[in-house]
């Protein structure tokens, strides 16, 4: 909590001045367990929450050889068009008649992705660059079920998002 | 050269066998365990950053790999093969087949099968970041915190670039010897201070890891090879040892030097060192106690007188002459009692010197004798004087040697003496001429009638002191027949009591006189 009030302090709207960068991984770990509690409650709902729709959502592939030979752009692209597609699709699903447990989740998951990108501000990670048109957006794979968006979600969260802030050069300045 | 070809050949085969199994203790370790704890048919874990999955042979089967086939796909792609090889593990029957899938995909769902004879034996479908089974942190290093009760406990993590911040230690210590232990969980840090110990106390430590569940999860770790640790002691046993531990290395660099000041009482401390002083305020006690100091620097005029020859034994007696005479050179300019003749050295072994060495040899013979006896003093009241002095004159031992020697005699002492002062001699001397001269005598010998002219005092010096008693006249009359040395101390003070000393001074002579043990 007193982590989550620092970054509540830091990204109140109106605040002109540039954010301390967020470098504990305290912080997303939160998020991360918030987006476990999301997918577990998604994996128990089962039926009830099986609607029959196609979402859009990011690869949550790493290979850490070809991780590693990315450069701080390109791993900063990666995650910020995933995170937009997440936000999207976790979105449309706040118009949706679903449970009131879920519906947490669901605002919980949209919040902490918003709380995300707060943080990546304060590490100087390029901002989200929607691909001009005629060019080739980052693959994106198609999901069909409440229940696997949320694994996405996670799995996004735990892996290429964690990846790049755990190695933000700002967080590495000075240690050789 | 065939031969030598041949055995290179062996070493280098050796060699690969034994890196080979170095190696790979971890990994088979790993595999055992998960062989013991994990249900599922297809068993995986991730090393380093790729997956193995492996699953038991099956029974009536004949270790047969190649029947066996093991597929994974993910993201919907193409399914793709896994080359299969066999593990046969130590200290079991058990043969595994496994497969090490190159590239491992992280952070998306995979779906791995075997297959056997083109049918689906096992199948499952896991995150591969959620199986890591990492090697014990390294380094463990186990240090008292110098406070009490604490012990600090370092280690390494594991080698892995992404996951170091993402691991929980266990640290587990116990007595030595003790079945009862505690646990400790860390997070990510690599240190940790053990609090609420028992002092004075010896403890293992172990450590494991693993991740910490968010990011990434996986299996406990092996723990690490226990170290041992010591706690300090607890603050006054610590005092109290380091004080002894400090006294001791006092007492070793600074020993404490003898000080004889308690043999004379209020020197020091009334009389500012002033010794006449000393000496004028307490002349009458002074005589019935032992006076020290005086062999070097203030000999006395007394002599020892022997009456035994010492002639058998003249060599071994004169090296400690002569080493007697290089103390005595140094005190002639002090010593005006005339000591620089000195005697023929008696032939048999009956010299101070050796009976000093004989005593240290057999220091039994000192209580066995019954014989020495501190207090006990001689004076020679030498009837024949003038011819036997001269002959005696001869005859001068170094009264520098540590004279050691303690005896006593039977004899009967024709003096009346009622105390052990040179003075009261002098004053109870009866016939004859009283001779400052002290014998040294020994139990086993008797000294010869002189003849009721002569009296003796047993005089015992022991190089620092020198107690002057009276000798009773049975002892006296026990004397054995020896030749006998005179011994001059050049004494002033009894140079100042006995007026006769001075004939003996002048003539410097000096005895020594011992029975042979």
Request: proline residues 5%; hydrophobic residues 35%.
């Amino acid at each position: 909590m007193q982590l989550l009030c620092i970054l509540c302090i830091w990204t109140r709207p109106g605040l002109s001045s540039p954010l301390r960068p967020i470098c504990d991984l305290r912080v997303l770990n939160h998020f991360i367990k918030e987006a476990w509690d999301a997918e577990a409650a998604m994996r128990a709902c089962q039926d009830a929450c099986n609607i029959a729709t196609n979402f859009t959502a990011p690869l949550t592939r790493v290979d850490f050889d070809d991780w590693e030979a990315m450069n701080i752009e390109e791993q900063a692209q990666e995650v910020q068009s995933g995170l937009h597609v997440l936000n999207e699709a976790i979105s449309s699903l706040q118009a949706s008649n679903q449970t009131d447990v879920l519906q947490s989740h669901i605002d919980a998951s949209i919040s902490n992705i918003a709380s995300i990108r707060q943080v990546l501000r304060s590490l100087s990670i390029p901002e989200y660059v929607p691909p001009t048109s005629g060019g080739e957006d980052k693959e994106m794979q198609k999901v069909s079920s409440i229940s696997e968006l949320f694994q996405v979600h996670i799995n996004f969260l735990r892996g290429k998002v964690h990846l790049l802030l755990a190695n933000a050069p700002v967080c590495h300045q000075g240690v050789s | 050269m065939t031969k030598m070809r041949s055995d290179r050949l062996k070493i280098v085969f050796m060699l690969c066998l034994a890196f080979i199994t170095i190696g790979g203790q971890h990994f088979e370790s790993k595999v055992a365990q998960l062989l013991r704890d994990e249900t599922e048919d297809i068993k995986c874990f991730v090393e380093v950053k790729d997956l193995t999955c492996f699953w038991e042979e099956e029974e009536e089967r004949n270790n047969l790999h190649d029947q066996y086939t093991f597929t994974y796909s993910y993201e919907n792609k193409n399914k793709m093969a896994c080359v299969v090889s066999s593990l046969s593990l130590l200290g079991s029957n058990k043969t595994v087949f496994f497969c090490k899938l190159p590239k491992t995909p992280f952070f998306t769902p995979l779906d791995v099968q075997v297959f056997r004879d083109g049918r689906v034996l096992y199948s499952r479908s896991l995150n591969a970041e959620n199986f890591w089974f990492l090697d014990p942190p390294r380094n463990l290093t186990v240090m008292t915190s110098g406070k009490e009760g604490q012990l600090n406990v370092s280690w390494l993590p594991p080698l892995l670039k992404y996951i170091d911040d993402s691991l929980i230690y266990e640290v587990r210590y116990a007595v030595e010897g003790s079945n009862m232990g505690k646990v400790e969980v860390i997070k990510v840090s690599t240190m940790l201070v053990l609090l609420g110990l028992q002092p004075y106390t010896r403890y293992k430590v172990w450590v494991r890891v693993k991740p910490d569940g968010v990011a990434y999860k996986g299996y406990w770790s092996a723990w690490t090879e226990p170290v041992l640790g010591v706690t300090q002691p607890s603050g006054t046993c610590f005092l109290m040892l380091l004080e002894t531990k400090n006294l001791f290395l006092l007492k070793k660099l600074w020993p404490d030097i003898p000080s004889p000041e308690h043999k004379f009482p209020g020197l020091f401390t009334i009389y500012k060192g002033d010794f006449k002083e000393w000496m004028s305020q307490n002349n009458g006690s002074m005589w019935g106690r032992s006076v020290h100091v005086y062999t070097e620097e203030l000999p006395s005029p007394l002599e020892v007188l022997s009456e035994v020859s010492l002639t058998s034994h003249g060599t071994s007696q004169r090296e400690e002459r002569q080493a007697v005479e290089e103390d005595k050179e140094k005190e002639s300019e002090r010593s005006d009692s005339g000591l620089t003749d000195r005697w023929q050295e008696p032939p048999e072994a009956y010299c101070l010197v050796e009976q000093l060495r004989a005593l240290q040899e057999n220091p039994e013979s000192l209580s066995q004798s019954l014989l020495l006896q501190s207090h006990d003093t001689y004076v020679t009241l030498n009837q024949n004087s003038q011819g036997d002095d001269e002959r005696q004159v001869d005859d001068v031992f170094e009264e520098t040697l540590p004279l050691q020697m303690l005896f006593t005699t039977a004899g009967r002492m024709s003096l009346n003496t009622s105390h052990s002062d040179l003075g009261s001699l002098q004053q109870s001397s009866g016939s004859g001429r009283l001779s400052s001269q002290s014998s040294f005598e020994y139990p086993n010998h008797t000294w010869p009638p002189k003849g009721p002219g002569y009296a003796y005092m047993a005089v015992a010096d022991s190089g620092v002191s020198m107690d002057y008693s009276p000798m009773s006249s049975s002892r006296i009359a026990a004397l054995g027949r020896h030749r006998m040395y005179t011994n001059d101390y050049k004494n002033e003070i009894f140079l100042h009591k006995w007026p006769l000393s001075g004939q003996h001074t002048q003539s410097g002579s000096e005895s020594c006189m011992g029975p042979g043990w």
